[in-house]
């Protein structure tokens, strides 16, 4: 069993930055990543980071977010900066086997954490 737990939401002005946190405890898989899911939309991925340190990007985040781990404590990151109001979402930290990629499908992955807010205002 894997247990997330995302921390470092928050409200923030456009062109602000916050990073957010999960921590891992069990034995994860080798891939985890970051979603966000806005109100009335489908759960989207964000970013991911494999056990290579290999990352991938969404298209509308590249640029602007950084994801990293911290393997000696378990500990996923997502820096985001220069943030925009469309960033306003409910954010998940998820983990998977298998390839690791932003765009497989949320159904696809095998643990989620309960999800961290981050709004951003105009």
């Known amino acids: 069993q894997v247990f997330l737990v995302e921390s470092g939401g928050g409200s923030v002005q456009a062109g602000g930055s916050l990073r957010l946190s999960c921590e891992a405890s069990?034995?994860?898989?080798?891939?985890m990543g970051w979603f966000r899911q806005a109100p009335g939309k489908e759960r989207e991925g964000v970013a991911t980071?494999?056990?290579?340190?290999?990352?991938k990007y969404a298209d509308s985040v590249k640029g602007r977010f950084t994801i990293s781990q911290d393997s000696a404590k378990n500990i996923l990151y997502l820096q985001m900066n220069r943030l925009k109001p469309e960033d306003t979402a409910m954010y998940y930290c998820?983990?998977?086997?298998?390839?690791?990629?932003?765009?497989?499908?949320?159904?696809?992955?095998?643990?989620w954490g309960q999800g961290t807010q981050v709004t951003v205002s105009s």
């Open positions: 998820a983990n998977r086997g298998g390839s690791c990629d932003p765009s497989v499908r949320a159904a696809a992955w095998n643990y």
């Open positions: 069990g034995h994860t898989y080798n891939c």
């Open positions: 980071i494999d056990s290579d340190g290999n990352t």
